[in-house]
């Protein structure tokens, strides 16, 4: 089966313009995660869609960072405007259930100059 | 505060040689650990996942053990080779309900395995 499709994997943008990430997750997978590591530190939890439905957004930094997941199937998160820490690697990941095991895109490195 | 410590941060060892890598949790309550395996530029890929009644999973070269009373994990790796070298991430969940707001990443232990 098809993986969990993220793109683009590399973005450099300016301070202060918008980016928009995608994450197509496994066909069937009604769970889809963002996740985020930034330089140095762990991965950290950004925020779980169950279908179309935002489950948790708890990790979701700021206002700046909109994530919708338009019928239930991809999602896109936009950083606008972008700031240089939102610098780091976005991770999108699927799963059937919560709690099963659930597979990570291979992500997007966002560099904001 | 619930976190996730891995070490060492870093480690090289030369191919056919043996390894483990350390994880210590303070997550409570406490509900099952992962190890994950990350090459460069792609994601996370699961290794081996241990409720707290599991002491120790195998997954071919790679072998983890569970202590849940010390909170303690090892990542064993046998006769490494070259394909090895990555970061391998303990990701511990915290059992409250629902989301997975809940998972605890560690910084991971970058291996390197040189011919």
């Known amino acids: 089966e098809a993986g969990v499709t993220q793109f683009p994997s590399h973005s450099v943008i300016e301070k202060g313009q918008t980016v928009t990430l995608r994450c197509d997750p496994i066909s069937g997978h009604d769970n889809l995660y963002w996740y985020r590591r930034v330089m140095g530190k762990e991965i950290k939890f950004l925020l779980h869609?169950?279908?179309?439905?935002?489950?948790?957004e708890s990790g979701m930094p700021n206002n700046r960072f909109l994530a919708e997941r338009t019928g239930g199937t991809y999602s896109t998160l936009k950083v606008q405007p972008a700031e240089l820490e939102d610098s780091g690697v976005y991770f999108c990941?699927?799963?059937?259930?919560?709690?099963?095991?659930?597979?990570f895109g291979s992500g997007t490195r966002l560099t904001v100059v | 505060k619930n976190q996730v410590e891995q070490s060492p941060q870093s480690l090289i060892i030369l191919e056919g040689k043996n390894c483990t890598l350390q994880?210590?949790?303070?997550?409570?309550?406490?509900?099952?650990l992962r190890w994950y395996k990350q090459d460069t530029g792609r994601g996370p890929v699961s290794l081996t996942i241990m409720t707290f009644s599991e002491n120790t999973k195998s997954n071919g070269r790679y072998t983890a053990t569970l202590d849940a009373d010390t909170k303690q994990s090892s990542l064993h790796i046998t006769a490494s080779q070259l394909s090895d070298s990555a970061s391998y991430i303990c990701v511990v969940t915290h059992s409250l309900g629902g989301s997975q707001g809940n998972l605890i990443f560690g910084k991971g232990t970058k291996l390197s395995v040189k011919p």
């Open positions: 869609f169950v279908k179309e439905s935002k489950q948790d």
């Open positions: 990941a699927s799963s059937q259930a919560v709690f099963e095991g659930y597979t």
């Open positions: 994880c210590n949790y303070t997550v409570s309550p406490f509900s099952n």
